[in-house]
Nanobody, 126 residues
């Protein structure tokens, strides 16, 4: 049984930083694309960042480029999202996602995700 468990969310002032973690179990790390999605109230879930199965390619939406960094630790089967220079518009529930097999051209589509975590709330407010 695949489980993805996020942690690290919280409340932070604008300009602050948070590091999200996603602990995985039952999932073969490196078997597919892994990503972080977010969903704000009243909005659709959107892909924020992804890392390829081999870990060599990273993808970001324009609004987080230069501020967010996705990474992974294959030794502990953990996915990370380092978020710096946070803005109020980054406020959302953040979800860890596994799948599809390849990130290219597909990672931002929620329907392509095979497994979801339960989410962790990130609130950026002064």
């Amino acid at each position: 049984q695949v489980q993805l468990v996020e942690s690290g969310g919280g409340s932070v002032q604008p300009g602050g930083s948070l590091r999200l973690s996603c602990a995985t179990s039952g999932y073969t790390f490196g078997s597919g694309c892994m990503a972080w999605f977010r969903q704000a109230p009243g909005k659709e879930r959107e892909g924020v960042a992804a890392i390829s199965a081999g870990g060599s390619s990273r993808y970001y939406i324009d609004s987080v480029k230069g501020r967010f960094t996705i990474s992974r630790d294959s030794a502990t089967n953990t996915l990370y999202l380092q978020m710096n220079s946070l803005k109020p518009e980054d406020t959302a529930m953040y979800y860890c996602a596994a799948g599809p097999p390849s990130c290219a051209g597909r990672w931002r589509v929620a329907q392509n995700v095979n497994y979801w975590g339960q989410g962790t709330q990130v609130t950026v407010s002064s």
